[in-house]
């Protein structure tokens, strides 16, 4: 097979501290035939001057600059622009190590059998690693089609940053980013490249991994009042996903679990006030949340994984209850999150 050419997409905003440790990790790689299209989506610091500072240095570093249109809007233009055959995408904040995308390319050949492949997540805080995402789940090895709910918690599964994608099969069928959805679009893209590929199976790559750096404000895209509603839409999408790549119905049903123990948190949150919200609006919520998500008789379905406690909190079909335990844990320091 001749060699495949690579497009990896950097969109950065205001990132002038760490755009030039990301651009020359790339610049690094032992797969050279890459082009690296930096998307400086609006920048109003120096990263625009670094950027092109570096490409007059490297021809394979591609600068474009367009007015301010988010992350969807930066990495849809980078789609635009691409020449390869593949594209990756890789946060203007992050960095990989030198043999990242070689690893990607000598199994690329996967993908023709209906293989998507992905890399584990070393996901740092403030400098410190808090977390190696995927390492439990057999790297090196091709993974059912089912493994995907395991591979979702795993928290490998919403970022586009640690796979690689068939250019082709995304202008094909024209997937892109929406930049209406201001979090969680990254979920909603690969859902829809799953669908298009019709996955047979997944290849955790091994002995590599994508170096997450996580962002101070976790929230400055979305409140947390938002939040659940906002994740509620993308849930609804996977699961669509997962009926339409055949995937078993215990896998489904594992999805289904953690999707109530998200309600659940939901309910929780709202019982103990932690939105300041009144208490009026805080039980209309409640009650609405908890009569749409059937959260009783999920909870009775799926009784054998939930303690006494838990079970015993919701079983009474009263917000009022359930307000009023979370306002005793709260006041005792010993608040639930989720079902733990």
């Known amino acids: 097979m001749a060699m495949d050419k690579l497009s990896v997409v950097v969109p950065v905003f205001n990132g002038e501290k760490n755009i030039a440790q990301c651009i020359n990790s790339l610049r690094k790689q032992t797969f050279r035939s890459i082009e690296i299209i930096i998307v400086d989506d609006g920048s109003n610091d120096g990263t625009n001057d670094i950027c092109r500072k570096i490409a007059e240095l490297d021809d394979r570093v591609v600068l474009f600059r367009q007015e301010n249109q988010g992350v969807s809007g930066a990495r849809n233009k980078g789609i635009q622009l691409a020449t390869g055959n593949h594209i990756m995408f890789i946060d203007g904040d992050d960095v990989v190590d030198s043999n990242y995308v070689k690893s990607f390319m000598n199994r690329v050949?996967?993908?023709?059998?209906?293989?998507?492949?992905?890399?584990?997540?070393?996901?740092?805080?403030?400098?410190?690693?808090?977390?190696?995402?995927?390492?439990?789940?057999?790297?090196?090895?091709?993974?059912?089609?089912?493994?995907?709910?395991?591979?979702?918690?795993?928290?490998?599964?919403?970022?586009?940053?640690?796979?690689?994608?068939?250019?082709?099969?995304?202008?094909?069928?024209?997937?892109?980013?929406?930049?209406?959805?201001?979090?969680?679009?990254?979920?909603?893209?690969?859902?829809?490249?799953?669908?298009?590929?019709?996955?047979?199976?997944?290849?955790?790559?091994?002995?590599?991994?994508?170096?997450?750096?996580?962002?101070?404000?976790?929230?400055?895209?979305?409140?947390?009042?938002?939040?659940?509603?906002?994740?509620?839409?993308?849930c609804e999408d996977f699961r669509n996903t997962l009926v339409k790549l055949n995937v078993s119905a215990t896998e489904i049903e594992k999805f289904d679990r953690s999707d109530l123990d998200f309600t659940i948190s939901e309910i929780r949150y709202l019982a103990r006030g932690e939105n300041q919200e009144g208490i009026r609006v805080r039980l209309s919520k409640a009650r609405e949340l908890a009569r749409d998500e059937r959260v009783y008789s999920r909870i009775k379905k799926y009784r054998e994984y939930y303690s006494f406690v838990d079970i015993a909190e919701f079983w009474f079909h009263n917000m009022f209850f359930i307000f009023a335990w979370e306002g005793i844990r709260k006041y005792v320091g010993e608040v639930r999150r989720g079902n733990g």
């Open 109 to 234: 050949e996967l993908e023709y059998q209906g293989i998507i492949l992905l890399a584990g997540i070393d996901v740092f805080q403030e400098g410190m690693l808090v977390s190696h995402e995927g390492e439990h789940l057999a790297p090196g090895t091709i993974l059912p089609t089912d493994s995907i709910v395991d591979i979702w918690k795993a928290h490998l599964w919403n970022s586009p940053v640690n796979k690689i994608y068939n250019t082709n099969v995304l202008r094909k069928h024209n997937i892109s980013f929406d930049p209406n959805v201001k979090i969680g679009e990254d979920w909603l893209f690969n859902n829809a490249y799953a669908r298009c590929v019709g996955v047979k199976g997944f290849y955790l790559l091994k002995n590599i991994v994508y170096k997450y750096f996580m962002d101070s404000d976790p929230w400055r895209h979305c409140s947390k009042e938002d939040f659940y509603l906002i994740n509620k839409r993308q």
